[in-house]
């Protein structure tokens, strides 16, 4: 009998995914008015800058949250917020992390527990993509940032309830803007490129 039922599971369950498994909706307009709240587990913020000319170093966050207020039919009148703790920053190497995450000369954590990106303005370039422009908070200091973003669709996230719309990001900023001065005059590169994927669930 196991041998009978567990590939009719399967088979059920990979004909169950299949029909859920359909292409995302690329017209704005199409997706659902209202609050969002972001999906950790399926999104990521990482930052890179020259090594001495040598390489591009590259790290990212492991805990964010936001949130989204979204309106299809005036997208550039959506919101977002978003939530970073500087101390979960990671490079592959704990000891490092550590020394990023708490020295003074870095995002000293103990001291501003809190990376915040609010947004204060938007703009389009076509139906999909826009700039999006807001306040980013960074070791208490807060100045504005725009990133470039391309609205990717929406769709069914696997398991969750409700709507789920995808964004890609890309912005620059300088780090010394921010205090994080710390060795440029020795290459270590002043500007630092983000790139974010995140994805944020119809709130239920």
Not at 33 to 45: F, N, R
Request: with cysteine; net charge negative; proline share 5%.
């Amino acid at each position: 009998m196991k041998h009978i039922c567990l590939p009719l599971a399967f088979t059920i369950s990979s004909a169950f995914i299949s029909a859920c498994a359909t292409p995302p909706v690329l017209d704005v307009a199409a997706a659902p008015q209202g609050a969002y709240v972001l999906d950790p587990t399926h999104t990521s913020v990482n930052w890179s800058l020259s090594h001495s000319g040598l390489s591009f170093y590259t790290a990212r966050f492991d805990k964010i949250s936001g949130a989204l207020d979204f309106n299809p039919n005036a997208p550039t009148q959506s919101r977002v917020d978003i939530r970073i703790d500087p101390k979960s920053v990671s490079t592959g190497d704990t000891e490092w992390d550590e020394t990023l995450a708490t020295d003074g000369r870095y995002f000293d954590g103990d001291t501003y527990p809190e990376i915040r990106f609010v947004s204060t303005t938007a703009t389009t370039n076509s139906a999909n993509t826009g700039q999006v422009t807001g306040d980013l908070t960074l070791r208490g200091i807060t100045k504005p940032v725009t990133l470039d973003v391309t609205y990717n669709g929406a769709g069914k996230s696997f398991g969750i309830p409700g709507a789920t719309l995808g964004f890609s990001a890309i912005g620059k900023i300088t780090r010394s803007d921010w205090g994080m001065d710390y060795l440029t005059n020795f290459g270590i590169g002043d500007e630092v490129t983000l790139r974010i994927e995140a994805e944020f669930n119809e709130k239920q």
